[in-house]
């Protein structure tokens, strides 16, 4: 397995990342219309990105086309709903673990430690944005780094559930967590990192 260099992403991906961030974060209401001009405005680019990141959106279900209505922000899923995806989201990571855990290098520790650097920094600014972007980030480079085609499957589930993410604002316990999972890679210690994933993931 190479080692995932950081991406440069398209404008497209910075546009759905964003977008994504903020409803998760909080920053959208439920139901908030998302109107493709305000944010081709916004960003400063045609309504083709913006139609394609919506779109994209729309499939990992963090916005929902309404019949008579447009886009909107979905809803959070049922309470049933969240713990059958918290469920598969923990199955999915622990596998993806397993799978590239023995192939990690001195580059992957760097990259991960480099996500845990923007997240503390986002958590002592209070950047709710920024934090979700960052939590998002270090657990889907572990995902990627085992199966590209799993990090699709992975960010759908996790989109949806992270809709309902009433720890957000827990600072402190979401800097020590994701410690605690990067120390455990970095020893290559699945168990431990398992543990640790699974003390996050609630």
Known sequence: MPVVDKPVR???????????SEVLSGAWSNDAPVREHTLAERFGVSRGPIRDALLQLSQEGVLVYRPN?????????????RQLL????????????????????????EQ????????????????????????????????????????????????????????????DEIVAEHIAIVEAVRKRDFMAAQKALNANII
């Open 69 to 81: 209505k447009g886009v909107r922000v979905n809803t959070p899923p049922s309470e049933g709903e």
């Open 10 to 20: 398209s404008m497209r991906e910075q546009i759905i990342d964003t977008l994504r």
């Open 112 to 171: 991960l430690e480099g996500i845990l650097a923007d997240l503390s920094s986002a958590c002592a600014r209070g950047d709710l944005s920024a934090i979700t972007d960052s939590d998002l980030a270090l657990h889907r480079y572990l995902v990627r780094r085992a199966s590209r085609e799993l990090e699709r499957v992975w960010l759908s589930i996790t989109s949806r559930v992270l809709m309902d993410y009433s720890r957000i604002d827990q600072f």
């Open 86 to 109: 918290q469920s598969m989201r923990r199955e999915m990571e622990a596998f993806c673990l397993k799978q590239c855990i023995g192939e990690l290098t001195g580059a992957d520790d």
